[in-house]
């Protein structure tokens, strides 16, 4: 198992609002660079989408279940298709009927990451990748590098963020970002 962190960036590490659906001043920073930087499986997901399970914090799983449900092409049908687990204190197993196979964490977000066997991957949901980070889960990030610099927001790693060694995997061009792929450093 692997706990897979995916972002969209701002060359200053801001991860906030990317779409602009939080109505931030600077919000949808990353789709003002065209479709091409961020359709289709831009973080190289393929199959560890369709063995995985996604790991979404409310805000953004709430976001999803209104986009994705919706669409109907190829990686709409993975994405709607991939098993799904929410950290929430307040949706309820009613509420993650809206998107298929999707359920609320029962307990602990840490514990429960500890005992998944499958590969998680964490999508956006910033509140819990500081909880991951916070207790050195995070085996992999995969951050889709916007050429904008916005001075302000939230970043992936704040000031505070506990001390981490990455090795570069790999770097590619995608539309006008760049996808960089970073892992766990060996110990």
């Known amino acids: 198992m692997s706990v897979i962190v995916i ?3 701002t060359l200053d590490g801001i991860v906030s609002d990317p779409d602009g659906s939080a ?4 919000g949808g920073w990353a789709f003002r660079h065209g479709p091409d930087s961020v359709a289709g499986d831009k973080f190289r997901l393929g199959s560890t989408l369709d063995d995985g399970v996604l790991l979404l914090g409310r805000t953004t799983w709430q976001l999803f279940s209104q986009l994705w449900p919706g669409r109907d092409d190829p990686f709409a049908a ?3 298709a991939a098993s799904k687990v929410v950290a929430s204190r307040t949706l309820t197993r009613i509420d993650t009927m809206a998107w298929a196979n999707s359920q609320v964490i029962d307990g602990d977000l840490v514990d429960t990451v500890k005992h998944e066997r499958r590969d998680v991957i964490v ?3 910033l509140s819990v990748v500081g ?3 916070a ?5 992999e990030y995969r951050l889709l590098n916007f050429p904008s610099v916005l001075g302000t927001g939230r970043r992936l790693f704040p000031a505070d963020s506990p001390r981490a060694e990455l090795a570069c995997l790999g ?3 995608v539309g006008s970002a760049i996808l960089t792929r970073y892992q766990r450093a060996a110990r």
């Open 171 to 173: 770097a590619e061009q």
């Open 123 to 125: 999508t956006g949901s």
């Open 23 to 26: 109505g931030t001043p600077l």
């Open 135 to 139: 207790a050195d889960l995070v085996d």
């Open 7 to 9: 972002e969209f960036i």
């Open 131 to 133: 909880q991951l980070q």
């Open 78 to 80: 993975r994405m709607n």
